[in-house]
């Protein structure tokens, strides 16, 4: 029964640090925007939010099925979305490079591999999609 006892101490405590830590993500990723950084660093992460480099992995690995770069990565691609989204409502012309940088990527090549892994298509197909697309007020 102790042992029970000391399982079931051991599930909650896992699940407040798993919230704990989910929650610390989601803010300095959605508010702080942190993956704007394309020198960030799973370490410089993991400080920042007041854990160390082996829970944040475990974490992204056990509980968000993703690596690191997976993570904020995707991160990166919506922020690409939005300026993307930007320039089809704007006119605004923006190469592919522009978008990339500002979103946080340091390299246009990794830019490419992961727009089509999250998104199913590339930036240009993305792009093309929202000009299409009739006007919505979303």
């Known amino acids: 029964e102790e042992n029970i006892r000391a399982d079931e101490n051991n599930a909650l405590r896992q699940t407040v ?3 704990e830590l989910e929650n610390s993500l989601q803010k300095v990723m959605e508010v702080e925007q942190i993956y704007l950084n394309p020198q960030l660093t799973m ?3 993991a400080n920042i939010i007041g854990t160390n480099r082996t829970y944040l992995s475990q ?3 056990d509980v968000r099925k993703q690596t690191f770069y ?25 190469n592919m490079t522009d978008i990339s940088l500002k979103s946080g990527f340091n390299s246009t090549s990794t830019f490419y591999r992961y727009f089509p892994k999250i998104k199913q298509m590339s930036p240009g197909d993305y792009y093309k999609k929202l000009l299409d697309a009739p006007q919505n007020n979303e």
């Open 17 to 19: 640090w798993t919230e």
């Open 43 to 45: 370490l410089e992460m």
């Open 59 to 61: 974490y992204l690995h």
């Open 70 to 94: 997976d993570y904020i990565n995707t991160y990166r691609i919506e922020a690409s979305c939005r300026l993307i989204k930007y320039m089809a409502e704007s006119g605004e012309r923006l």
